[in-house]
Protein backbone atom coordinates (compact mmCIF):
# COMPACT_ATOMS: atom_id res chain seq x y z
CA UNK A 1 0.00 0.00 0.00
CA UNK A 2 1.82 3.08 -1.25
CA UNK A 3 0.05 6.46 0.46
CA UNK A 4 0.48 8.65 3.18
CA UNK A 5 -3.11 8.50 4.72
CA UNK A 6 -3.62 6.77 7.86
CA UNK A 7 -5.57 3.27 7.25
CA UNK A 8 -8.37 4.67 9.51
CA UNK A 9 -8.66 7.56 7.26
CA UNK A 10 -8.88 5.33 4.25
CA UNK A 11 -11.04 3.04 5.04
CA UNK A 12 -13.34 6.08 6.27
CA UNK A 13 -13.05 6.85 2.56
CA UNK A 14 -13.71 3.47 1.04
CA UNK A 15 -17.11 3.75 3.82
CA UNK A 16 -18.15 6.82 1.95
CA UNK A 17 -17.88 5.46 -1.31
CA UNK A 18 -19.61 2.10 -0.27
CA UNK A 19 -22.71 4.29 1.48
CA UNK A 20 -23.08 5.94 -1.80
CA UNK A 21 -23.18 3.04 -4.14
CA UNK A 22 -25.22 1.61 -1.78
CA UNK A 23 -27.76 4.36 -1.86
CA UNK A 24 -28.42 3.99 -5.80
CA UNK A 25 -28.60 0.46 -5.58
CA UNK A 26 -31.48 0.84 -2.99
CA UNK A 27 -33.46 2.40 -5.90
CA UNK A 28 -36.11 1.11 -7.58
CA UNK A 29 -34.39 2.45 -10.91
CA UNK A 30 -31.04 2.81 -11.58
CA UNK A 31 -30.55 6.19 -14.47
CA UNK A 32 -27.14 6.48 -16.47
CA UNK A 33 -26.35 9.57 -15.14
CA UNK A 34 -25.98 8.08 -11.32
CA UNK A 35 -24.00 5.21 -12.19
CA UNK A 36 -21.61 7.05 -14.15
CA UNK A 37 -21.21 10.09 -11.82
CA UNK A 38 -20.47 7.38 -8.72
CA UNK A 39 -17.73 6.05 -10.87
CA UNK A 40 -15.64 8.86 -11.63
CA UNK A 41 -16.60 10.26 -8.28
CA UNK A 42 -15.03 7.14 -6.82
CA UNK A 43 -11.93 7.06 -8.92
CA UNK A 44 -10.92 10.81 -8.67
CA UNK A 45 -11.23 9.21 -4.68
CA UNK A 46 -8.86 6.55 -5.54
CA UNK A 47 -6.49 8.16 -7.50
CA UNK A 48 -6.44 11.23 -5.33
CA UNK A 49 -5.02 8.65 -2.53
CA UNK A 50 -3.08 6.25 -4.55
CA UNK A 51 -1.78 8.12 -7.71
CA UNK A 52 -3.31 7.96 -11.28
CA UNK A 53 -0.85 5.55 -11.65
CA UNK A 54 -1.46 2.91 -9.49
CA UNK A 55 -3.14 -0.41 -10.18
CA UNK A 56 -6.00 0.19 -8.45
CA UNK A 57 -7.18 3.70 -10.20
CA UNK A 58 -6.66 1.25 -13.71
CA UNK A 59 -8.45 -1.75 -12.64
CA UNK A 60 -11.89 0.26 -10.75
CA UNK A 61 -11.35 2.41 -14.06
CA UNK A 62 -12.49 -0.91 -16.00
CA UNK A 63 -15.38 -1.12 -14.57
CA UNK A 64 -17.96 -1.15 -17.21
CA UNK A 65 -21.39 0.36 -18.03
CA UNK A 66 -22.11 -1.04 -21.60
CA UNK A 67 -23.85 -3.99 -23.24
CA UNK A 68 -21.90 -5.75 -25.93
CA UNK A 69 -25.25 -6.02 -27.83
CA UNK A 70 -27.28 -2.63 -27.92
CA UNK A 71 -29.32 -2.57 -30.81
CA UNK A 72 -32.64 -3.74 -29.48
CA UNK A 73 -32.13 -3.41 -26.05
CA UNK A 74 -34.69 -2.15 -23.93
CA UNK A 75 -34.96 0.33 -21.01
CA UNK A 76 -34.77 -2.35 -18.75
CA UNK A 77 -31.64 -4.48 -20.04
CA UNK A 78 -30.01 -0.92 -20.01
CA UNK A 79 -30.60 -0.12 -16.51
CA UNK A 80 -29.08 -3.82 -15.40
CA UNK A 81 -26.32 -3.29 -17.46
CA UNK A 82 -26.00 0.20 -14.92
CA UNK A 83 -27.34 -1.90 -11.41
CA UNK A 84 -24.42 -4.66 -12.71
CA UNK A 85 -21.93 -1.81 -13.28
CA UNK A 86 -22.04 -0.87 -9.43
CA UNK A 87 -22.00 -4.03 -8.12
CA UNK A 88 -19.10 -4.59 -9.40
CA UNK A 89 -17.70 -1.12 -8.19
CA UNK A 90 -18.71 -2.26 -4.74
CA UNK A 91 -17.39 -5.55 -5.16
CA UNK A 92 -13.98 -4.18 -6.13
CA UNK A 93 -14.25 -1.77 -2.79
CA UNK A 94 -14.71 -4.19 -0.83
CA UNK A 95 -11.93 -6.46 -1.87
CA UNK A 96 -9.42 -3.13 -1.91
CA UNK A 97 -10.69 -2.46 1.73
CA UNK A 98 -10.24 -6.23 2.94
CA UNK A 99 -6.77 -5.80 0.65
CA UNK A 100 -5.72 -2.69 2.43
CA UNK A 101 -6.94 -4.20 6.12
CA UNK A 102 -5.26 -7.03 5.82
CA UNK A 103 -1.65 -5.63 4.45
CA UNK A 104 -1.57 -3.14 6.70
CA UNK A 105 -2.61 -5.07 10.04
CA UNK A 106 -0.22 -8.07 8.48
CA UNK A 107 -2.96 -10.47 9.26
CA UNK A 108 -5.51 -12.33 6.61
CA UNK A 109 -8.05 -10.28 5.14
CA UNK A 110 -11.40 -12.40 3.81
CA UNK A 111 -10.09 -12.84 0.23
CA UNK A 112 -7.07 -14.50 2.08
CA UNK A 113 -9.08 -16.83 4.13
CA UNK A 114 -11.45 -18.07 0.94
CA UNK A 115 -7.87 -18.67 -0.56
CA UNK A 116 -7.12 -20.60 2.72
CA UNK A 117 -9.98 -22.72 2.38
CA UNK A 118 -9.20 -22.97 -1.39
CA UNK A 119 -5.72 -24.81 -0.57
CA UNK A 120 -7.09 -26.30 1.96
CA UNK A 121 -9.53 -28.68 -0.37
CA UNK A 122 -6.82 -29.44 -2.59
CA UNK A 123 -4.55 -30.43 0.05
CA UNK A 124 -7.31 -32.90 1.34
CA UNK A 125 -7.79 -34.02 -2.18
CA UNK A 126 -4.13 -34.87 -2.86
CA UNK A 127 -3.05 -36.19 1.02
CA UNK A 128 -5.78 -38.55 2.07
CA UNK A 129 -6.27 -41.35 0.54
CA UNK A 130 -9.33 -42.80 2.30
CA UNK A 131 -11.98 -41.85 0.31
CA UNK A 132 -14.58 -41.56 3.38
CA UNK A 133 -11.56 -39.99 5.66
CA UNK A 134 -11.55 -37.62 2.50
CA UNK A 135 -15.29 -36.60 2.18
CA UNK A 136 -15.48 -36.34 6.21
CA UNK A 137 -12.82 -33.64 6.34
CA UNK A 138 -13.73 -32.05 3.19
CA UNK A 139 -17.27 -31.29 4.94
CA UNK A 140 -15.79 -30.39 8.13
CA UNK A 141 -13.67 -27.78 5.92
CA UNK A 142 -16.77 -26.96 4.22
CA UNK A 143 -18.91 -26.07 7.37
CA UNK A 144 -16.26 -24.27 8.87
CA UNK A 145 -15.63 -22.36 5.66
CA UNK A 146 -19.11 -21.29 5.41
CA UNK A 147 -19.90 -20.61 9.17
CA UNK A 148 -16.11 -18.51 8.87
CA UNK A 149 -17.46 -16.44 6.16
CA UNK A 150 -21.37 -15.83 7.66
CA UNK A 151 -20.13 -15.55 11.25
CA UNK A 152 -22.70 -17.89 12.08
CA UNK A 153 -20.48 -20.72 13.85
CA UNK A 154 -19.74 -20.43 17.63
CA UNK A 155 -16.48 -21.03 19.17
CA UNK A 156 -17.46 -24.63 20.44
CA UNK A 157 -18.09 -26.04 16.91
CA UNK A 158 -15.46 -24.60 15.78
CA UNK A 159 -13.08 -26.02 18.90
CA UNK A 160 -15.01 -29.76 18.28
CA UNK A 161 -14.25 -29.82 14.47
CA UNK A 162 -10.46 -28.74 14.93
CA UNK A 163 -9.75 -31.15 18.12
CA UNK A 164 -11.49 -33.58 15.36
CA UNK A 165 -9.09 -32.34 12.64
CA UNK A 166 -5.90 -32.43 15.07
CA UNK A 167 -6.65 -36.02 15.87
CA UNK A 168 -7.21 -37.24 12.31
CA UNK A 169 -4.65 -35.09 10.20
CA UNK A 170 -1.66 -33.17 11.59
CA UNK A 171 -1.47 -31.61 8.11
CA UNK A 172 -4.51 -30.01 8.22
CA UNK A 173 -4.50 -29.09 11.48
CA UNK A 174 -1.21 -27.07 10.81
CA UNK A 175 -2.98 -25.21 8.14
CA UNK A 176 -6.60 -24.16 9.60
CA UNK A 177 -4.59 -23.41 12.76
CA UNK A 178 -3.79 -19.57 11.22
CA UNK A 179 -7.00 -18.75 9.75
CA UNK A 180 -8.69 -19.20 13.23
CA UNK A 181 -6.18 -17.67 15.14
CA UNK A 182 -6.85 -14.66 12.33
CA UNK A 183 -10.69 -15.14 13.14
CA UNK A 184 -10.51 -15.00 17.11
CA UNK A 185 -8.17 -11.90 16.52
CA UNK A 186 -10.39 -10.06 14.31
CA UNK A 187 -13.59 -11.17 16.49
CA UNK A 188 -11.69 -9.24 18.99
CA UNK A 189 -11.08 -6.51 17.61
CA UNK A 190 -14.47 -6.07 15.83
CA UNK A 191 -15.93 -6.21 19.91
CA UNK A 192 -13.22 -3.43 20.82
CA UNK A 193 -14.84 -1.25 17.89
CA UNK A 194 -18.36 -1.90 18.70
CA UNK A 195 -17.50 -1.07 22.90
CA UNK A 196 -15.37 2.33 22.19
Not at 34 to 52: L, P
Request: no cysteine; proline share 2%.
Amino acid sequence: MKTNIAIEKLIDIMEDMMRDVEQILESPTIEKKSAIKWKDKARKKISKVFGEAHPYVREFGQIDFSTPFIDGSDKVMLEDTYRLGLEDGKSYLIAMMDELESEYYNVFGMMDIEMAFYEMGKYIMSSIKDDELKDDMLERLNFLSEGLVSGEISGREITEQIKYISKMDSGLFKRIVPVFAWYYVNADDKTERLIN
